[in-house]
């Protein structure tokens, strides 16, 4: 029983491991459209043609994201803001959202 469970806790171990690597792909593809929408102006394009492409939805799906058309519309509006995905998750720009939206709530008050 005990060789069971240790190899079910590895066997999890490991889907995590795949699951982070598959996230960072999904990544570095936002961050490879946002360069593009800089230089051509067609990030968002880029990334809903890749999202909604057989490759693009098996690495959503790996990565734990299902691939539905409001996804790939929230990825699209992701990519228009221009932010780098490390940038958009550091604490620092969480903080300074979050500042921007207690600003924005003050004056609508």
Do not use: H
């Not at 999904?26 to 067609?42: F, P, Q, R, S, T």
């Not at 098996?58 to 995905?85: H, N, Q, W, Y």
């Amino acid at each position: 029983m005990r060789d069971f469970v240790d190899g079910t806790a590895f066997n999890a171990e490991q889907g995590n491991r795949a699951r982070k690597l598959f996230a960072a792909v999904v990544l570095a593809a936002l961050d490879d459209a946002i360069a593009d929408d800089k230089k051509y102006g067609n990030g968002p394009d880029q990334i809903a043609r890749w999202a909604r492409s057989r490759d693009g939805r098996e690495v959503l799906t790996c990565a734990g994201i299902d691939p539905t058309e409001r996804v790939v519309e929230g990825l699209m509006e992701f990519v228009s803001k221009g932010v780098r995905t490390s940038v958009a998750l550091s604490r620092e720009e969480s903080e300074r959202r979050s500042a921007a939206l207690l600003a924005e709530a003050a004056e609508a008050a």
